[in-house]
């Protein structure tokens, strides 16, 4: 799409364009808001020197015809800021607040790479996010506060930007709803939450919002969509912009014009982009993962069941040398576990040869106690575990387990742990490594050290993904 494509779907940018056009407006505004302040009818901030100034006041121009809509906006804006100062500052300094955090686990949604014309991206993965499970656990006042906290974020890198850049910056959201079962759409108390937050942000953040963009959208979805639409008002229907792209998985987002505008080095692989982070690029979901976030248990363990022939894949975003702790329990019954380092930049349908085995098949069972052991990365990739239940044809199994990234060579080094001799692009070894740990005891040493440095170390927690659901 060429420039001049862009700016008219866009609109124009040039900031100092736009105060000039604007400047009897936003004038009065500003001047309206002062009066307001002597009257102290809010105590804020606003004029030179401050955020709250002509750019700030340029987007309640921009998006309110009438001056005297544009004041009551920016005046109750004002008024919500003073009452949500401590949260407002925490998201200016990229801190999260205590409260936040049992949500932040549960959702899949995060900052994440830029467009083509460097604006921020806040990406949502629908289809992972436990929206259950934050609406059963938080209230939903907290919840709301949650997402405003999030758009301040944003709202904070689109004004530095504007300001830096003299264009006009605003969001693209891209929300990927890649999985995304028949289940989210009952989830009522979830959607009031999002339906409240959208309109306080359309009141508090103007001129905040480019585009929302919905990938790999199901079928059903784009059916109901037509209907939908009538709906919304036309200014967010506006922004709405649906890609019925099947799978960018699968690299492919040449039918979404959106995704085009993308900076695809910066965007995640899951979204056909290059980005891979270590332990996952949103909120460390695992890029591959295709199932909701697991709500752990008390001793850190996730509680599956694994479906009568079927499977789960557990999956680590891994460097040379990073070491990786696992666990497994089965309630009853066994299931066959082996674990899989795919290469970096490796997709399913990809020769399988270029894959290394690290756990050679073996079957764990509900006597055998709890599993642990630490496997080190022979090279760059993703450590794929499966966990597999496909020999048994009636019997679902329960299972927990954990798959912790604990750390690298650096990390070892720094705990002062002695140096391994183990050559990381000699496979043989790493497998012999873990599976005859018991026999010798060279390698018991090494499971030992690795597991003082899990202690140490942060876990970056892996993923789940079952693939018939
Ligand atoms: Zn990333």
Known sequence: MGKTARSMMFGERDVDALLETHAGRIAALTDALHLARAKSEHSSPVGAGTPYDSIWALRFVLSHDDDAEALSAATRTLRWREENAEMLAAAARGETLERFAPMERLIAADYHGKTLDGAPVYIIRAGLSNTMAVMAANKEDDVVEFMMYRKEMG??????????????????????????????GTDKKFQKVL??????????????????????????????????????????????????????????????????????????SFLAGECRCKGGCVRGVANDQKTLIGAMTDDGLIAHNVPARGKIDVFAEVDATDAVA????????????????????????????????????????????????????????????????????????????????????????????????????????????????????????????????????????????????
């Open 195 to 268: 339906s409240r937050a959208s309109k306080l942000s359309e009141d508090y953040y103007p001129q905040l919002l480019d585009r929302a963009v919905l990938i790999n959208v199901p079928y059903v979805f784009s059916a109901i969509w037509g209907v939908f639409k009538n709906m919304l008002s036309a200014k967010t229907r506006a922004k709405v912009a649906i890609c019925p792209v099947s799978d960018t998985r699968k690299g492919d987002v040449r039918k979404c014009p959106f995704a085009k505008l993308l900076d695809l080095s910066t965007i995640p």
């Open 326 to 469: 696992w666990r497994l329990l089965v309630e009853k019954g066994g299931v066959e576990v082996t674990a899989t380092l795919r290469p970096a930049g490796w997709r399913k349908g990809d020769d399988v040869s270029k894959c290394t085995t690290l756990i050679r098949k073996f079957k764990h069972r509900d006597g055998d106690g709890t599993k642990e052991d630490v496997i080190v990365s022979p090279g760059k990739g993703t450590i794929a575990f499966t966990f597999s239940n496909a020999h048994s044809t009636w019997n679902s199994k329960d299972i927990k387990y954990s798959v912790d990234v604990v750390g690298g060579e650096s990390g070892a080094a720094k705990e002062g742990e002695k140096e391994t001799e183990t050559d990381p692009t000699d496979l043989t070894d790493l497998t012999d490594l873990t599976e005859d740990k018991r026999e010798s005891p060279a390698a018991d040493a090494l499971g030992e050290d690795l597991r003082a440095m899990q202690l140490e170390a942060t876990p970056a927690r892996a993923q789940t993904e079952v693939p018939s659901r």
């Open 155 to 184: 709202a904070v890198m689109c004004d530095e930007r504007t300001r830096r850049t003299r264009k006009l910056t605003k969001l693209l959201t891209v929300n990927d709803l890649n999985f995304v079962s028949v289940l989210h």
